[in-house]
């Protein structure tokens, strides 16, 4: 068993490509080799210079290897099709320049959804049609990136869209073969949305090919949840915490991957707001120290 930690732009407060407030992607990649990492994710794409020779040797000069990239769009809109394929073609043609495997498929916040955000009893559920459509992109993305770039695409439950419950989780991983369709497994997310994720690993092991580790405050959770606050207030809030501050039982989530003899990367994530970010590069140095303090001896 190897298990290689690294870290991803988001833990920068690095979200949408776009964002006048983000850190220059050079610092980014500096922070991450200064904090101990020699892994990172690409960020939202666009964020990273496409050109892969460019890429390509900043990250050689770092000794940092590309680990994956996600698609954050609204897989949940059909009129949002277009940017939903162009963000995937994109981000799969990155990884595949510089043989990253992990190909993420984020649904991204709906406002029919963001309202209830850890409330799974109270949320709206989509109809059969719309269903039907989610689904399929999903499956589509999938192939494409299975036979076309030879990838290992997964799908990550996010707070907020409508891939976010256990039942959701449950039913497309029952639906969508596993040829096509492995889960990258949020501990953070998946405690937001309110099931274990330690529990979601006994049952579902085979089809983790990839995790995200994060770790979520049980009293910001309350609250937020209770107040309904959107999303990324709640990551201003402090709602993912330093590793091994909140909720999370990384001991056990550990000696499981152990037990399952998993290989590959576990990719550390504190999202975070970009304009009340601090000083990422010390969350980052915290939680690699954490890590290693409980035994991820690979830790680099």
């Known amino acids: 068993m190897t298990i290689k930690i690294g870290n991803a732009p988001c833990s920068w407060g690095v979200e949408f490509a776009d964002d006048p407030r983000n850190p220059a992607w050079e610092k980014v990649l500096d922070e991450c080799r200064d904090a101990g990492?020699?892994?990172?994710?690409?960020?939202?794409?666009?964020?990273?210079?496409?050109?892969?020779?460019?890429?390509?040797?900043?990250?050689?000069?770092?000794?940092?290897?590309?680990?994956?990239?996600?698609?954050?769009?609204?897989?949940?809109?059909?009129?949002?099709?277009?940017d939903v394929k162009d963000g995937a073609i994109r981000t799969c043609q990155a990884l595949k320049a510089h043989g990253a495997s992990h190909l993420v498929l984020i649904d991204s916040i709906s406002p029919r959804r963001a309202p209830t955000a850890g409330r799974p009893a109270e949320a709206e559920q989509m109809s059969a049609a719309e269903w039907a459509d989610f689904q399929g992109k999903i499956r589509d993305i999938s192939k494409m990136a299975v036979e076309d770039y030879g990838l290992i695409p997964s799908i990550h439950p996010h707070a907020g869209g409508f891939m976010d419950f256990e039942n959701e989780v449950e039913r497309l991983l029952e639906e969508v073969d596993a040829s096509l369709l492995k889960i990258c497994l949020d501990t953070g997310h998946s405690l937001y949305a309110d099931f274990d994720p330690v529990a979601f690993m006994d049952r579902h092991m085979d089809r983790i090919s990839y995790m995200h580790f994060k770790d979520i405050d049980p009293d910001v959770r309350k609250k937020v949840v209770a107040n309904r606050t959107d999303f990324y207030e709640a990551c201003g809030d402090g709602i993912f915490c330093n590793l091994g501050k909140g909720a999370v039982d990384f001991p056990t989530l550990k000696q499981k991957l152990e037990d399952a003899d998993f290989n590959g990367w576990c990719t550390v994530e504190q999202d975070c707001d970009p304009g009340m970010a601090q000083s990422p590069i010390d969350d980052a140095k915290d939680n690699r120290n954490y890590l290693q303090s409980i035994g991820f001896e690979d830790v680099a």
């Open 37 to 82: 990492y020699r892994g990172i994710e690409l960020g939202p794409v666009g964020y990273m210079p496409e050109d892969p020779a460019v890429l390509g040797d900043a990250l050689a000069a770092r000794e940092l290897e590309l680990i994956g990239g996600v698609v954050f769009r609204p897989f949940h809109d059909p009129a949002k099709w277009d």
